[in-house]
């Protein structure tokens, strides 16, 4: 039952269906390294989590639905897919004739502190992705190893 809690807990935080959830727990154990905190970085890595973190958007409800509308550019191209795999060195914007979105201005107006895997360029407003985060820039309440555990036994 705990380890189903801490399911649930995070894919309510990063707001994502259980296919596409358990589908990155399968993607996170074919990659090298250690499996649940691969599960973190592919979930942070998702667009509609960049958005967010980088100010675009006050909650990750709200990056999601400026990602499905169209308001986002991944290097220069239009992504609508929230579900978009970002790699380190894209480059997140928003898109011109969105520049003046009433919710992206307020979002911008109110975010104080960034995180350090994402570069935010105050004039251009873009964001680059640097870097996968490592684990202990990410929420320390989150305990991925019971979510590892809990996919295991199924």
């Not at 978009?84 to 107006?109: C, F, M, Q, T, W």
Request: overall charge positive; charged content about 30%.
């Amino acid at each position: 039952a705990i380890q189903l809690n801490e399911k649930q807990k995070v894919r309510f935080m990063y707001g994502i269906s259980e296919k596409q959830f358990k589908k990155l727990v399968n993607d996170s154990a074919k990659m090298k390294g250690v499996h649940g905190e691969n599960l973190l970085i592919l979930l942070e890595s998702r667009l509609d989590n960049l958005v967010y973190r980088a100010g675009f958007a006050t909650t990750r409800r709200g990056a999601r639905q400026l990602v499905n509308h169209g308001h986002i550019t991944v290097n220069g191209k239009k992504v609508d897919i929230p579900s978009y795999r970002v790699k380190p060195g894209d480059v997140i914007a928003i898109k011109e004739n969105s520049a003046d979105h009433k919710g992206i201005e307020i979002a911008l107006a109110n975010k104080i502190k960034r995180v350090d895997f994402i570069n935010y360029d105050e004039a251009k407003r873009t964001a680059t992705y640097v870097r996968y985060p490592e684990r202990s820039e990410l929420n320390a309440e989150i305990n991925e190893s019971l979510i590892v555990e809990f996919y295991s036994r199924v």
